[in-house]
């Protein structure tokens, strides 16, 4: 199947350049140049990645994201002239997958899409041997469907708070370090001053803790790591 990527920017020049890119890969592109376009293309076709542009005219990247995060849990890459860490923070936090600053490096950005497809659709092959649903008290999680619900109520999430809930709840008692949690969902190079696990973990706990009447899930080994215990 031919992957459908979704490139909403408000520059004509930075969506013809992703689409020859993109395409070069051999991904079909379709192009928005605002929030409100893309809203109306994800109802009427079925994409599998979205390249979201922060800075746009109507309606914003931010503002398109948390949109698009109400319905579905399709990966997005977000990009922006803006490298200063708090943006980041704030693409992660409403729901962006990853996040890739302008001028980019068109290896680099077919690299991301490429790994995020990958984590989105085929995350823990190594772990085909266990069950297929997670059952922890309320919670359930289904790794076929990527589907996480809280007594039938279906919790949305991205697709990597996806894989790090399933790494811990498929590891019960483990204690994950910040490096371990990185290197298994990211499969990149883990820095020090990289908080990124810690922004997941802590929209993973605002998403699932909530619904289960504040039962704590995911508990903190201070100066360790993470872990499921239950």
């Not at 994409?47 to 503002?63: A, H, N, R, S, T």
């Not at 600053?101 to 899409?113: I, S, Y």
């Not at 359930?140 to 709840?169: C, G, P, Q, W």
């Not at 994950?176 to 706990?205: A, C, G, L, P």
Request: charged residues 30%; glycine residues 4%; contains cysteine.
């Amino acid at each position: 199947m031919q992957n459908k990527v979704l490139v909403v920017d408000d520059e004509e020049e930075i969506r013809n350049l992703l689409e020859i890119y993109l395409m070069n890969e051999g991904y079909k592109v379709i192009k928005a140049g605002d929030g409100e376009e893309a809203l109306k293309i994800i109802e009427n076709e079925k994409v599998q990645l979205i390249i979201l542009d922060v800075m746009m005219p109507k309606m914003d990247g931010i503002e398109t994201c948390k949109r698009i995060r109400e319905k579905m849990s399709i990966p997005i890459l977000m990009l922006s002239a803006k490298s200063e860490d708090m943006d980041k923070i704030q693409g992660i936090m409403t729901g962006a997958d990853d996040y890739i600053t302008k001028p980019f490096n068109p290896l680099e950005l077919t690299v991301r899409v490429k790994a995020l497809l990958r984590r989105a659709y085929y995350f823990n092959r190594e772990q085909d041997t266990r069950d297929d649903i997670i059952a922890i008290d309320s919670l359930k999680i289904d790794k076929i469907n990527h589907v996480v619900t809280v007594d039938d109520a279906e919790i949305s999430l991205t697709s990597r708070e996806f894989d790090i809930l399933y790494l811990l709840a498929s590891n019960r008692g483990k204690v994950f370090s910040t490096e371990d949690i990185f290197s298994k969902v990211w499969k990149e190079q883990y820095y020090q001053s990289n908080n990124t696990v810690m922004v997941h973990m802590s929209r993973i706990r605002e998403k699932i803790e909530k619904p289960m009447n504040g039962c704590k899930v995911i508990h903190t080994v201070w100066g360790v790591g993470y872990k499921i215990e239950r």
